[in-house]
């Protein structure tokens, strides 16, 4: 059989809509499926639909949704991340009644799209602070957290309809190396997994998740030659575990795979029982250079949702993640009293994602102040009490990141009156500091919600 039926090939919104024969042509070979990046939602929509019409058995149509179907669909709703939801649950129990029906409006607007699978939930444990890569994607600092939120989340997809997906087996939180630039490697016991990282993917498992991504990491203690992620021995490891679902691996488009073609990855993993090799650069190269023999598609032994419901109420998925945000805000130390306050801006990524926050505040201008190198703290006014804002967040591939950024930080967090944490808050682990609030994401929603919360203490 065709190595097709074993790839999740990579689907541009965008390109669907310009280029749909590329798309076609891929699904008349007899590709297993498609991750989706990108595109509108009602364009997007009409596409998945009739590639699902011409294939021979159901399309996997998979997407990184870990935040909602915003995340990646223009016209999705843009949930909080998981470690808003779970500083919110820890704060208050009861909001869990929020973030189930945040889940379930999910799966609600992933069908709609035409999307039957979501790459989550993440059961990574961020256990590291120096962790480049899962940071706010973790529903917590421990285990019990992300497996209680994280079986919660499969559950409402499952039950919806959709395929869900624990990832990154067997965790990826204790590391310091990102898989999408190097191969990380985690030197930890079996007793120290079994005791920690694997809680999470047991209960996984237990909550009826049907798939399971390996992480692209070393793992000696279950393999001291191969990454997880094209391992025979960690898939028995995993099987053993009980889990009899799909097994899939990471993207291998990634850095951690660069010691191997991706012909000769695929070859080890297919032949160690991975089920679907997810995201290769190009899938007619790959497929010419597999020589492996494989036995039945993936899609027949599985039943895949391609029956969607009606238009979802994405104005109430707008209000969960209002509220969701009101509950997740965390503040150390307190709020000062403040009139007329410079708003300084360190943005890592030297973005502009500041402008919702400071247009929700009625600043005027000459009341806030970007910060892009040393030489720019001598513009700040030595008489002027300042709020520092801080965007910074974890992202795949990430291209552009602020010189001198924890320099500047360091420097800025001394002095300021308050410090506002949109997205990682480890970056502030090693400073001293009294007054920060913490968001624990940056969307347009999270910086509204926090200007919101502001206002009683601020004047201009």
Same mark, same amino acid.
């Given at each position: 059989?065709?190595?097709?039926?074993?790839?999740?090939?990579?689907?541009?919104?965008?390109?669907?809509?310009? &280029? =749909? +024969?590329?798309?076609?042509? @891929?699904?008349?070979?007899? *590709?297993?499926?498609?991750?989706?990046? /990108?595109?509108?939602?009602?364009?997007?929509?009409?596409?998945?639909?009739?590639?699902?019409?011409?294939?021979?058995?159901?399309?996997?149509?998979?997407?990184?949704?870990?935040?909602?179907?915003?995340?990646?669909?223009?016209?999705?709703?843009?949930?909080?991340?998981?470690?808003?939801?779970?500083?919110?649950?820890?704060?208050?129990?009861?909001?869990?009644?929020?973030?189930?029906?945040?889940?379930?409006?999910?799966?609600?607007?992933?069908?709609?799209?035409?999307?039957?699978?979501?790459?989550?939930?993440?059961?990574?444990?961020?256990?590291?602070?120096?962790?480049?890569?899962?940071?706010?994607?973790?529903?917590?600092? &421990? =285990? +019990?957290?992300?497996?209680? @939120?994280?079986?919660?989340? *499969?559950?409402?997809?499952?039950?919806? /309809?959709?395929?869900?997906?624990?990832?990154?087996?067997?965790?990826?939180?204790?590391?310091?190396?990102?898989?999408?630039?190097?191969?990380?490697?985690?030197?930890?016991?079996?007793?120290?997994?079994?005791?920690?990282?694997?809680?999470?993917?047991?209960?996984?498992?237990?909550?009826?998740?049907?798939?399971?991504?390996?992480?692209?990491?070393?793992?000696?203690?279950?393999?001291?030659?191969?990454?997880?992620?094209?391992?025979?021995?960690?898939?028995?490891?995993?099987?053993?575990?009980?889990?009899?679902?799909?097994?899939?691996?990471?993207?291998?488009?990634?850095?951690?795979?660069?010691?191997?073609?991706?012909?000769?990855?695929? +070859?080890?993993?297919?032949?160690?029982?991975?089920?679907? *090799?997810?995201?290769?650069?190009?899938?007619?190269?790959?497929?010419?250079?597999?020589?492996?023999?494989?036995?039945?598609?993936?899609?027949?032994?599985?039943?895949?949702?391609?029956?969607?419901?009606?238009?979802?109420?994405?104005?109430?998925?707008?209000?969960?993640?209002?509220?969701?945000?009101?509950?997740?805000?965390?503040?150390?130390?307190?709020?000062?009293?403040?009139?007329?306050?410079?708003?300084?801006?360190?943005?890592?990524?030297?973005?502009?994602?500041?402008?919702?926050?400071?247009?929700?505040?009625?600043?005027?201008?000459?009341?806030?102040?970007?910060?892009?190198?040393?030489?720019?703290?001598?513009?700040?006014?030595?008489?002027?009490?300042?709020?520092?804002?801080?965007?910074?967040?974890?992202?795949?591939?990430?291209?552009?990141?602020?010189?001198?950024?924890?320099?500047?930080?360091?420097?800025?967090?001394?002095?300021?009156?308050?410090?506002?944490?949109?997205?990682?808050?480890?970056?502030?682990?090693?400073?001293?500091?009294?007054?920060?609030?913490?968001?624990?994401?940056?969307?347009?929603?999270?910086?509204?919600?926090?200007?919101?919360?502001?206002?009683?203490?601020?004047?201009?």
């Amino acid at each position: 059989m065709k190595a097709y039926s074993r790839i999740i090939a990579r689907l541009d919104g965008e390109r669907l809509s310009r &280029e =749909p +024969e590329v798309y076609i042509d @891929l699904v008349r070979k007899g *590709i297993a499926g498609f991750i989706v990046f /990108g595109g509108d939602l009602e364009r997007l929509r009409e596409g998945l639909f009739y590639l699902q019409d011409i294939a021979d058995l159901p399309l996997i149509i998979g997407s990184d949704l870990e935040q909602g179907l915003g995340q990646q669909v223009r016209g999705g709703t843009t949930m909080p991340s998981a470690m808003a939801m779970g500083s919110a649950w820890l704060k208050d129990p009861s909001v869990v009644t929020l973030i189930e029906e945040a889940f379930r409006q999910t799966a609600r607007e992933a069908l709609y799209a035409g999307i039957n699978t979501i790459f989550a939930p993440v059961m990574d444990i961020q256990s590291n602070p120096n962790n480049p890569i899962i940071s706010i994607r973790a529903f917590g600092t &421990e =285990p +019990e957290i992300v497996s209680y @939120l994280g079986s919660l989340m *499969i559950r409402c997809y499952e039950e919806g /309809g959709l395929m869900s997906c624990a990832k990154h087996f067997p965790g990826h939180g204790d590391t310091v190396i990102d898989s999408h630039h190097g191969l990380p490697v985690i030197g930890k016991s079996l007793k120290e997994l079994l005791g920690f990282e694997l809680i999470p993917f047991r209960c996984a498992i237990e909550s009826g998740v049907s798939m399971v991504m390996m992480g692209h990491l070393l793992v000696p203690t279950i393999d001291p030659m191969y990454p997880v992620s094209i391992s025979k021995k960690a898939i028995r490891f995993l099987r053993d575990m009980g889990f009899d679902g799909i097994i899939v691996t990471d993207a291998f488009n990634m850095g951690a795979l660069s010691g191997y073609s991706e012909t000769e990855a695929a +070859e080890i993993a297919l032949s160690g029982g991975v089920d679907l *090799i997810l995201h290769p650069s190009d899938p007619d190269s790959l497929v010419k250079g597999i020589k492996i023999n494989l036995n039945e598609s993936i899609n027949s032994k599985k039943k895949i949702k391609t029956e969607y419901g009606s238009v979802p109420d994405f104005e109430r998925g707008r209000l969960i993640t209002r509220e969701i945000y009101q509950k997740a805000i965390d503040v150390s130390g307190e709020i000062p009293i403040m009139r007329s306050p410079l708003l300084v801006i360190l943005d890592e990524e030297l973005s502009q994602r500041s402008g919702v926050f400071i247009n929700n505040t009625g600043l005027e201008k000459g009341n806030f102040i970007y910060i892009k190198n040393e030489g720019d703290l001598r513009d700040l006014p030595s008489n002027r009490q300042f709020l520092l804002i801080v965007y910074s967040r974890p992202g795949a591939f990430k291209k552009k990141r602020l010189k001198d950024f924890d320099y500047l930080l360091r420097h800025l967090s001394e002095k300021a009156r308050l410090i506002i944490v949109f997205g990682n808050p480890f970056i502030l682990k090693d400073r001293r500091t009294k007054n920060v609030l913490y968001i624990y994401d940056d969307t347009e929603t999270a910086q509204t919600v926090v200007a919101d919360f502001l206002r009683p203490f601020i004047s201009y």
